[in-house]
């Protein structure tokens, strides 16, 4: 299918592209913003996932949340932001959406879960590709 010109010219200006950096890492920044505004809530969701050191975490995961949100949205070390994001994304699972240790309902909801952290990571991904594709254009 081929896209038509006014699409392709929407598609291709730099806005777009912003907006959909930001989109992408929207769960992430907004993450990272509402654990810095209420630290004790992030101390204590740590804590109920048995991990230890619940502070050092949570400050460990607003920074990877903003600071490699920031890289992306910035297109500044993309591959960095991006590879930031899809290891805090694939740690989550394992940590909190272990579809392996459910059952039921639980389980099937874990799993789905799971399946889109992977999609996000493929997203990431994607992005990161982009950006080289963009950079080695915008240079070449």
Request: aromatic fraction near 8%.
């Amino acid at each position: 299918m081929k896209i038509e010109k006014p699409l392709l010219a929407l598609l291709r200006k730099p806005v777009v592209a912003l907006i959909g950096r930001v989109l992408l890492t929207l769960p992430f920044w907004t993450n990272g913003l509402a654990r810095l505004v209420n630290f004790e809530a992030g101390i204590a969701e740590m804590e109920a996932f048995g991990l230890p050191y619940g502070a050092l975490i949570n400050g460990l995961v607003i920074l990877s949340n903003l600071l490699g949100a920031g890289l992306v949205i910035a297109r500044r070390w993309t591959w960095l932001g991006a590879g930031v994001l899809a290891g805090f994304t694939l740690a989550t699972i394992v940590v909190v959406h272990r579809f392996w240790a459910f059952e039921g309902v639980a389980a099937t909801r874990a799993l789905h879960v799971a399946f889109e952290h992977v999609g996000i990571i493929g997203g990431l991904l994607l992005a990161t590709i982009l950006d080289t594709g963009d950079r080695e254009r915008d240079h070449g």
